[in-house]
Nanobody, 117 residues
């Protein structure tokens, strides 16, 4: 089975930056799109960014637009989420996902915690 593995979570102060990485797909298992979701305690899981792996087209939720950037490195089979200007409300468990159709969530990672204080 394909497994996605996130890394790069941790703690940051408000206004700081973190970069999350997601690995686990190779050229034979790569999906049409990859996405980042997050879930804060007591809240529903929210899709915040996705990228079409072929075209590179991206989508961002309003909550992160202008602050977060999703990108891919096909040579490393890795997708990144650069998070700048972090806010305490960005505190959540962040999940990487991949899929063939929207919402790009047929395969999931285990999640990585991001805490902003």
């Amino acid at each position: 089975d394909v497994q996605l593995v996130e890394s790069g979570g941790g703690s940051a102060g408000a206004g700081g930056s973190l970069r999350l990485s997601c690995a686990g797909l190779d050229s034979t298992s790569r999906r049409v799109c990859m996405a980042w979701f997050r879930q804060a305690p007591g809240k529903e899981r929210e899709g915040i960014a996705r990228i079409a792996t072929g075209s590179g087209n991206t989508y961002y939720a309003d909550s992160v637009k202008g602050r977060f950037t999703i990108s891919q490195d096909n040579a490393k089979n890795t997708v990144y989420l650069q998070m700048n200007s972090l806010k305490p409300e960005d505190t959540a468990t962040y999940y990487c996902a991949a899929g063939e159709t929207l919402p790009c969530s047929s395969v999931w990672g285990q999640g990585t915690q991001v805490t902003v204080s």
